[in-house]
């Protein structure tokens, strides 16, 4: 079956602009979940949605967003971004109920903020 | 507060040689899933292995294997005869939280170089 899918694959901002990122799970998983990895900070959690309310949240400020839709696929949003948020955010998928925890990832959406 | 750590930055091997990525975790839950990754330049994080927190018994999967201790909360990952495609950033990870709510804790990776 068809694996995660994360688009855009790349893109380019400039500071305070904001930016919108999609991901469709895998069909039949309705937990999605996105990180953040950096060079500096590598990968870290930002949030979990499950039928369509979000169940978890890391230590990110406000300006991360997210939501997931009745089809399980997921948006998060970055408002008035920083250079900072330059970063690989990868998407991933479960089944989200009694599993193991075990995520199946995307290949991830590179963002570059000059 | 959830932890996980691979002191391990970087390795380099000789093709067919063996190699062991070291993790060690720490957590207070007393059932928690331990996972290896791994990630090659496409970026996308495969799963390898999983562990529970209630089973010790190491076990060989092809050419992978795995030596959980939770008396010293380790949970090392052994690849044996290295091929060059096995070259990636393999990331260990602690899977946390009650019930079906949980997430991801990633260790900072360590960079596996095979050369030919």
């Known amino acids: 079956k068809a694996g995660v899918t994360q688009t855009p694959r790349y893109l380019i901002k400039t500071r305070g602009q904001q930016v919108t990122l999609s991901c469709s799970p895998i069909?039949?998983?309705?937990?999605v979940s996105w990180y953040q990895q950096t060079p500096g900070q590598g990968l870290q959690f930002l949030f979990e949605?499950?039928?369509?309310?979000?169940?978890n949240k890391g230590n990110f400020p406000g300006r991360f967003s997210g939501r997931q839709f009745s089809n399980s696929r997921s948006e998060m949003n970055v408002s008035t971004l920083e250079l900072g948020d330059s970063a690989l955010y990868l998407c991933?998928?479960?089944?989200?109920?009694?599993?193991?925890?075990?995520?199946?990832f995307g290949e991830g959406s590179r963002l570059t903020v000059l | 507060a959830q932890k996980v750590t691979q002191a391990q930055t970087e390795i380099s091997v000789v093709e067919k040689e063996d190699v062991t990525l070291d993790c060690v975790y720490e957590?207070?839950?007393?059932?928690?899933?331990l996972f290896w990754y791994k990630q090659p330049p496409s970026g996308e994080l495969v799963f390898l292995i999983r562990r529970n927190s209630f089973d010790e018994q190491n076990e060989i999967s092809g050419r992978y294997s795995w030596n959980f201790q939770k008396s010293t909360s380790s949970f090392n990952f052994t690849i044996t005869a290295s091929q060059v495609v096995d070259s990636a950033v393999y990331f260990c990870?602690?899977?946390w939280g009650s019930g079906s709510a949980r997430q991801l804790t990633f260790g900072s990776g360590t960079q596996l170089t095979v050369l030919p």
């Open positions: 957590t207070r839950d007393t059932t928690y899933y």
């Open positions: 069909s039949g998983h309705r937990s």
């Open positions: 949605y499950f039928s369509e309310t979000q169940r």
């Open positions: 991933a998928s479960s089944s989200g109920q009694g599993d193991t925890g075990e995520l199946f």
């Open positions: 990870a602690l899977s």
